[in-house]
């Protein structure tokens, strides 16, 4: 059940990764003029609106199985990082989970500076927050793969 | 809830989070050997998770607090605290965090 749960959790960790990184290129700039040419162009030229809803359940659904998650890895794992005198494995972890919780703190700003009309004097506080997310989003999932495979990283 | 009320909650969510976090004024804690939560420390209940009652603390107090906040005030927070807060308290945490790498 525990490995269902993981392998779920890590295929809504992509889902949201995919969709917070177009809206965090989206919120950049465009260069002035000419058709997207390059695949970096084609990716953030999206309707970044469109993502919030989604991101915002994909957030809530993904933290809610980290939280059902957290358990076994307090009694299985954390016990053997301290055995093996892993503190910035433990680290890691103990970033992973403020970070979430500064996500989860955010999210209703971040629902309503996406609000359309986008205002136009948002639009800066938009885009910090928007990569703020992206940025918890990308530690909590390469820091949950690194922690998954922690046996097989260490010497 | 009005909307500018979230603008509140995202300014203190995260500071409130920290509060918790580093008085251990974490709302309940969770043993999961046992199954059971308590509001107060249970030593020989083996591990303890705090995390779900650090989260809790920073919700209630941060909705209680936008809750109470007069519409005319959370209207003219300028949007960049809404961003600015949760920031700096990203990097205040980064900075007490870096203990567990020294």
């Known amino acids: 059940m525990i490995t269902i749960l993981l392998i779920v959790h890590g295929l809504l960790a992509v889902t949201l990764l995919g969709g917070l990184t177009h809206q965090a290129l989206s919120v950049i700039s465009a260069p002035a003029g000419g058709s997207p040419r390059s695949f970096i162009d084609r990716f953030r030229r999206v309707n970044g609106a469109a993502y919030v809803n989604p991101i915002i359940v994909l957030f809530i659904v993904t933290s809610i199985g980290g939280a059902l998650l957290y358990p076994q890895y307090r009694i299985d794992v954390r016990p053997m990082l301290e055995e093996m005198d892993a503190r910035a494995a433990n680290g890691i972890f103990e970033i992973k989970e403020h970070l979430v919780a500064i996500g989860l703190g955010v999210l209703p700003a971040y629902w309503l500076f996406w609000q359309q009309p986008l205002a136009a004097a948002q639009s800066s506080s938009r885009r910090y927050l928007t990569w703020l997310l992206a940025f918890i989003v990308w530690w909590g999932f390469l820091i949950g793969h690194v922690l998954n495979n922690i046996k097989g990283l260490l010497p | ?102």
Do not use: C
């Open chain 2, 1 to 102: 809830m009005k909307t500018s009320a979230f603008k509140i909650v995202a300014i203190l969510f995260g500071a409130v989070y920290g509060l918790a976090f580093y008085y251990d004024l974490a709302l309940f804690r969770y043993y999961p050997e046992t199954n059971r939560f308590h509001w107060q420390t249970h030593p020989d209940a083996g591990p303890v998770i705090l995390w779900y009652g650090w989260l809790a603390t920073a919700g209630l107090v941060s909705t209680a607090i936008a809750l109470v906040v007069p519409r005319s005030i959370s209207d003219r927070i300028p949007p960049t605290w809404v961003w600015l807060a949760p920031a700096l308290t990203t990097l205040a945490m980064l900075f007490y965090e870096k203990r567990w790498f020294v």
